[in-house]
């Protein structure tokens, strides 16, 4: 997929999930799926699928390290204001990153049936979230971590979901830092 097919028909959806944590229309929707399934079903013979694949996951892991880091980045400065800050954030990216993800459900699925979950490549919305933990969550619960309170107990927790590659949407709650751990 060129800059110019990427940038016209996925980067600015993608960035609007992400930004406004809303639904699609039904055309940015269909636009956004129809130019991923039609990107892996070409054949003009100019690339192999796996060459189409890695592109589309490549570009994919740049926008979501650039949106993360710029999420990283704007925190603020006093501590106290770091907590509903990345809870704030984090409701916004995780709504985003379902609606994302489901729109690369085609790639996912065409992946899983070559078996490219064997070969250690991430789904989507494991990049998704590697993203947010190397760029939101690491940066800012170091400045967390030696402060008392809930938030600094939490952060294990969190850490430990993060790590599973398997974060469901009923897990999402459990990943904000001012609630109370869940119940064992």
């Not at 933990?133 to 402060?147: A, D, H, Q, Y």
Request: charged letters at 30%.
């Amino acid at each position: 997929m060129d800059q110019k097919t990427w940038k016209a028909d996925l980067d600015s959806t993608i960035t609007r999930m992400l930004t406004e944590g809303g639904p699609l229309t039904f055309v940015e929707y269909t636009s956004a799926y129809a130019a991923i399934y039609n990107h892996m079903t070409k054949s003009d013979g100019s690339s192999s699928v796996r060459d189409r694949q890695a592109e589309l996951y490549a570009r994919a892991e740049n926008l979501f390290d650039n949106y993360t880091k710029e999420i990283g980045l704007a925190a603020p400065s006093d501590i106290e204001d770091v907590v509903p800050y990345y809870d704030s954030e984090w409701d916004r990216f995780s709504c985003g990153a379902d609606a994302v993800d489901r729109v690369f459900t085609y790639l996912d699925r065409y992946d899983e049936s070559l078996g490219r979950r064997t070969r250690g490549q991430d789904s989507i919305r494991n990049l998704l979230f590697q993203s947010w933990k190397e760029n939101v969550f690491k940066p800012l619960t170091s400045r967390i971590e030696g402060t008392s309170g809930p938030a600094a107990a939490h952060i294990e927790h969190i850490r430990n979901l993060l790590a599973s590659n398997k974060l469901s949407v009923k897990k999402f709650k459990e990943m904000r830092l001012g609630v109370a751990l869940p119940a064992e």
